[in-house]
């Protein structure tokens, strides 16, 4: 079992940067695929952003942050980083990351077993 936390959201201009960290408050977070994914109000279900696999030797992105974002992890500190570039105003959500045992990555969130309570991102025009 796992328990990730997320922090580093905040409040930034367009064309700002923000970089989200996924810190395993128990367990091991290096057991597991780590996928990061949105939700604005009023949307059901969560987006796929980005995934990182166990040894972060690979990476997948959502066409609409590929070549802005950046996944990575450090493994011995027990977290898991977004790094966000060239912020863009439909990037305002709540940002969560959770844990799956899959590569390639799920793109929908049921697949994946521990969340975060998630962090805002709100980026002003």
């Known amino acids: 079992q796992v328990q990730p936390v997320e922090s580093g959201g905040g409040v930034v201009q367009a064309g700002g940067d923000l970089r989200l960290s996924c810190k395993a408050s128990?367990?091991?977070?290096?057991?597991?695929?780590v996928g990061w994914f949105r939700q604005t109000p009023g949307k059901e279900q969560r987006e796929f952003v980005a995934?990182?696999?166990?040894?972060?030797?690979?990476?997948y992105y959502s066409d609409s942050v590929k070549g802005r974002f950046t996944a990575s992890r450090d493994n011995d500190k027990n977290t898991v980083f977004l790094l966000m570039n060239s912020l863009k105003p439909e990037d305002t959500a709540a940002y969560y990351c959770?844990?799956?045992?899959?590569?390639?990555?799920?793109?929908?969130?049921?697949?994946?077993?521990?969340w975060g309570r998630g962090t805002q991102v709100t980026v002003s025009s």
């Open positions: 959770a844990t799956d045992s899959r590569w390639p990555p799920h793109m929908i969130p049921t697949p994946y077993e521990y």
């Open positions: 128990e367990g091991r977070l290096s057991n597991y695929v």
């Open positions: 995934a990182i696999s166990r040894g972060g030797g690979s990476t």
